[in-house]
């Protein structure tokens, strides 16, 4: 079935005076929405407690969890103890996600630094089939985890980097941030045959079955020559991508991925608008 939800809560949320996972794990539903992904981006700060109540606040209201792992990962870096970091950020945000009842993670694999792109990505390749075996040797490999396509022109995770990542384990599924491919393209995500190019060439290396768990964010970004600049909502009218002709892609290829919306403090609300474009198209 496919999955509508915010990233994190909205300004509207706090507006209205909530606060906790309860509340939130509420609000999400009555908004009609059935998925959330929550955060540990600047760290995993919570306590085992408060991640189960965490869990089972969210499982209780039939909302799926799905969990974005530390931004600081940096598979590529070429210090030691930030290669030794990069692999416990990941298995601990497994090993969270797992008690919070959440089935599958996401994470950013590396970014350039001063090494050349083919340098980085093998490295990280290298790595990853490490990671990989940390994930296996930890029981952690029942979990879908998913490296994301990332917005900035020296970060690793274009679409064809990330599918590639991908063929490593079985657990490993794509997360194709639109927003992201569409900044580091310079916009190049208009029509629905783009969108359908994006998910072809995914397919074409991962294959079919890996496409139909596909792990997906959207929202519209500023970019420049570098790629991402900035999270924008659904109001703005200058960058896109716009999310109609996303849906009319899914529909040909009859795809009902997890779609979480990062719109800037407007991600419930545009979730929503998500939810009601994909089922009135
Ligand atoms: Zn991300």
Redesign the pocket.
Known sequence: MIKFGP?GNGEQFYNLGLSGAKDSAKYVKDLGLNCFEYSF?RGITLSQKTAEETGNAFLSNGIELSI?AP?FINFATVEEDKEINSYNYVINTLKYAKIMGAKRI???PSTQGKLDRQSAVELTHKRLEKLADLIVENNLDDLIVCP?T?GKSKQIGTVEEIANFCNIAPFFVP?I?FG?VNSRENGSLNTHQDFLNVLNVTKSIVGEEKLSKLHV?FSKIMYGDKGEIKHLTFDDQTYGPNFEPFAKALKILDLEPFIIC?SAGTQDIDAVKMKQIYFNA
Do not use: I, L, T
């Open positions: 990233s981006g974005h931004y996401v994470f950013h994301e990332m997360a941030d992201h964010h990062e």
